[in-house]
């Protein structure tokens, strides 16, 4: 679908882009989702003369807008069709991660457009909020594969909410480029995603240590109460200097319950051991607003 081209059915209007001289037919009704649209139909229509029905296309019937005709042209898309939400799409076996949701590609603006849209038109023409509502569920829908991206615009531009999503999805900082973080706005917005993936690297390796195979003896399997609990041990010292913001450390200590396929109920100790990290990792706040009172201060 091409954003840049727009024609309307039915127009009973005509605005035009002054720059590039072309005209588009349009909807008065749809128009008046923008708000300033709105106030200009109130207000022309108080003047004598200036009735919607007037015949003459160069009159009060034809309006110019200082935007490029591509530009414009998106603008009235959105106006004349407001954007549906992206569709989800269901993985299988479902994610147990609440906040990792994927979408169908095709049903998502693309992020370039997203940003010219949000960025100039959204606020200049005061668009509808439940456009602007959609548009930022679009920008989200990008915030797993262009985490910083998304996070930085968002805040650069007072979307809280979308920013505090999009923090989630941010890589460790070491693996940006310098060119990278420069899209961050502000110091203490870089500081901020700084502060949450310490705080997670530090509770994913405080739960790892904390987490033993037979917790408190239980479940222990007698011929093994040694090498099994070392085995483990090992396995999880080898991963805590790796441990990074987004690392899944029980999916990481899974391997284990194939080395223990020799011993029910060693592998059952292990299964339960990693189903219960899973659990707790999840528990550990994963954007902005989950952490601690205080703690960004």
Excluded at 118 to 128: F, M, N, Q, S, W
Aim: proline letters at 7%.
């Amino acid at each position: 679908m091409s954003w840049s081209i727009f024609q309307c059915q039915d127009p009973d209007f005509s605005v035009r882009s002054a720059p590039d001289n072309i005209t588009f037919g349009v909807s008065r009704h749809a128009m008046q989702r923008s708000e300033v649209f709105r106030d200009m139909f109130s207000l022309c229509e108080q003047e004598p003369g200036n009735s919607p029905e007037a015949p003459d296309a160069e009159g009060p019937n034809v309006v110019d807008l200082h935007e490029p005709a591509d530009v414009l042209a998106i603008l009235l898309r959105i106006l004349h069709e407001p954007p549906k939400p992206p569709e989800e799409t269901v993985s299988d076996p479902p994610e147990l991660d609440s906040y990792v949701k994927k979408y169908n590609e095709a049903t998502v603006i693309p992020l370039p457009l997203l940003e010219l849209v949000l960025l100039h038109l959204v606020d200049k023409y005061l668009l509808e909020e439940s456009i602007t509502r959609v548009l930022e569920q679009h920008l989200l829908a990008h915030a797993a594969s262009n985490g910083l991206r998304v996070y930085s615009f968002a805040v650069a531009n007072g979307m809280s909410k979308v920013a505090n999503k999009a923090s989630h999805y941010v890589l460790p900082m070491a693996q940006y480029t310098l060119q990278d973080v420069r899209c961050i706005p502000t110091v203490k917005a870089y500081h901020d995603i700084v502060r949450l993936q310490d705080f997670r690297v530090q509770a994913l390796r405080d739960l790892l240590l904390k987490e033993d195979i037979f917790p408190h003896g239980y479940g222990a399997c007698q011929p093994h109460a040694e090498s099994t609990p070392t085995t483990w041990d090992t396995r999880r010292k080898a991963l805590l200097a790796r441990i990074e913001t987004g690392s899944d450390i029980a999916w990481e200590m899974s391997s284990l319950v194939e080395t223990f396929r020799d011993c029910k109920t060693c592998q059952k100790a292990c299964i339960a051991a990693v189903d219960m990290l899973a659990y707790k990792c999840r528990r550990i706040p994963k954007t902005l607003e989950k952490l601690p009172s205080g703690y960004l201060e």
